[in-house]
């Protein structure tokens, strides 16, 4: 079996279409005797943000060094069990960029920092992409004003692109095949910051947004609908210092999120633009928080969960009215013994669900899981493993995430 230490040192990429002939491949093969739900078909050092209903994901990968290049964080595509980065290659490009979000038409929306060093000097913030190659200087679509940074979260099949922009984080929504502009903002809740995170092919966006109402000093934070109009959706909690955040949306307007409860956190599934409800409450898998990240078309939801008293978390399914452990869903290969799936953060119609898993609470890495009625059999996914010592530590506990920030949202003092 290999150590983790061991396969994060083997792990390698395909950069920019080409593959690295070098070092051996590991062959994961689903048998015809599996029980399990779920087959993994791929786990690696590249971080998934979105994934379409072509099985397409989307993300980031962390390097220590890149070819020369130090703390590279890449934009990256996985396709027919290949990785690809496509803003850096070879110490050329985008010295940090993240892939946040992918339609069904292979559009690909993120955001770039600054340009390597040595490389030409290109602009940094949101892009949209849907070409070969390296970004150029035409995918990028401004800020809501000249000069401000721009996050895009997620992108519809209208190619509206939401996300974040400005010094302060102001929601934004494009127009179709738009770019940012100062007609592009959504507004607060009456605070100074929001973020959108989410929007269907109605225009439905969602997202979170600061209140005017402040406690201890720090506005509360809210989920919202806007469809036109900026809805707050409240909270789960009896309480008035509750926060909450919304997600994911559905082409159906279901909309997924967590909320702080009068005892803990919850992922909550609501419909419609008026406040939470008791029963939009999904629960947990034992212990005290749970976290909704993604919902799909058959009203499916993941994300993740504590599971007992001591706050650890695992990724849950929840379908048919009850929250299941994806772990009890998948039979991870030897060679990932030891490995939990912590986070659930995406799942498209065809039930495919990206993640984080991680080894002993140490190291992070990304997954993707397929209905395993959905794998050819036999079915072989290759993870290349070249000798790649660059990466390594910088892989510990990095999911670069927007989830990673929003469960950070502090805990109400009861």
Not at 68 to 91: E, M, N, R, Y
Not at 150 to 160: L, S, W
Not at 248 to 266: C, M, P, T, Y
Request: aromatic content about 10%; hydrophobic content about 45%.
């Amino acid at each position: 079996m290999l150590s983790a230490k061991a396969f994060v040192r083997a792990t390698g990429r395909a950069l920019v279409g080409k593959s690295i002939a070098a070092g051996l491949a590991l062959s994961l093969v689903a048998g015809a005797a599996s029980a399990a739900s779920y087959t993994l078909v791929y786990a690696g050092p590249s971080i998934w943000r979105d994934i379409n209903n072509a099985n397409v994901a989307v993300g980031s990968t962390f390097y220590d060094s890149y070819f020369g290049v130090p703390q590279v964080l890449t934009a990256t595509v996985w396709k027919d069990g290949i990785a690809t980065d496509f803003s850096a290659s070879f110490g050329s490009g985008y010295a940090q960029a993240m892939a946040t979000g992918i339609n069904d038409l292979g559009v690909i929306t993120g955001f770039t920092g600054g340009s390597q060093p040595g490389g030409p000097v290109l602009p940094s913030g949101a892009f949209n992409y849907s070409g070969s190659g390296l970004l150029q200087e035409a995918d990028f679509l401004g800020a809501v004003q000249p000069g401000e940074f721009a996050q895009p979260a997620a992108i519809n099949n209208h190619n509206v692109v939401v996300g974040a922009s400005g010094v302060t984080a102001v929601a934004f929504a494009t127009a179709p095949d738009g770019e940012i502009t100062p007609l592009s903002g959504l507004g607060t809740l009456g605070g100074p910051r929001s973020s959108a995170n989410a929007i269907n092919d109605a225009g439905l966006v969602v997202g979170q947004a600061d209140t005017s109402v402040y406690m201890s000093g720090q506005p509360l934070n809210r989920a919202f609908a806007y469809d036109g109009a900026m809805h707050d959706l409240g909270t789960l909690s009896s309480y008035e210092n509750a926060n909450s955040a919304a997600m994911g949306v559905n082409q159906s307007g279901a909309i997924v999120g967590f909320s702080d409860a009068d005892f803990g956190r919850r992922a909550f599934l609501h419909t419609g633009t008026g406040p939470l409800q008791a029963s939009d409450d999904l629960g947990t898998l034992g212990g005290s928080q749970s976290y909704g990240f993604g919902i799909n078309d058959l009203g499916h939801v993941v994300g993740s969960s504590s599971y007992d008293l001591t706050g650890r978390q695992h990724a849950f399914l929840y379908r048919d009215g009850a929250m299941i452990d994806l772990n009890s869903l998948v039979d991870l290969p030897a060679e990932f013994a030891g490995w939990e799936l912590l986070s659930a953060d995406g799942i498209n119609n065809n039930g495919w669900i990206i993640g984080t898993m991680t080894f002993g609470g140490n190291m992070t890495f990304g997954f993707v899981l397929a209905p395993t009625a959905a794998v050819p059999e036999p079915a072989t996914w290759a993870f290349m493993l070249l000798g790649f010592g660059c990466m390594g530590a910088g892989l510990r506990r990095r999911e670069g995430s927007r989830r990673a920030v929003l469960t950070r949202m502090p805990a109400v003092q009861r």
